[in-house]
Nanobody, 113 residues
Framework: QEMLVESGGGLVQPGGSLKLSCVAS????????MTWIRQPPGKELEWVAN???????QYDASVKGRFTASRDNAKNTLYLQMDNLKPEDTAIYYC???????RGRGTQVTVSS
């Protein structure tokens, strides 16, 4: 059974940091590009970042320079290091295979003072 499990979310003050993880199972993680997406409250899903099979990355302009996506193929894990967080980063964060609609249950990130 293919699964994606996100974790690492929480409540953080503006300017703070969080590191999200996404553990994949049930499929060959190393041959798939992976994607982070998020859904702010009351809004549509937003693309955040892509991580290619070799770790090459692409970012949305709103997070570029603040977020760093990476992967560890040996651990079947995708990461999202989020620094200098802003209130507008508040959202449920999900991971998925790039181009695939299936995703995990997500992890809530709330940025508030």
């Amino acid at each position: 059974q293919e699964m994606l499990v996100e974790s690492g979310g929480g409540l953080v003050q503006p300017g703070g940091s969080l590191k999200l993880s996404c553990v994949a199972s049930g499929f060959p993680f190393n041959i798939y590009g992976m994607t982070w997406i998020r859904q702010p409250p009351g809004k549509e899903l937003e693309w955040v970042a892509n991580v290619g099979t070799r770790g090459n990355t692409q970012y949305d302009a709103s997070v570029k320079g603040r977020f760093t996506a990476s992967r560890d193929n040996a651990k079947n894990t995708l990461y999202l290091q989020m620094d200098n967080l802003k209130p507008e980063d508040t959202a449920i964060y999900y991971c998925s295979r790039t181009g695939d609609t299936a995703r995990g249950r997500g992890t809530q990130v709330t940025v508030s003072s």
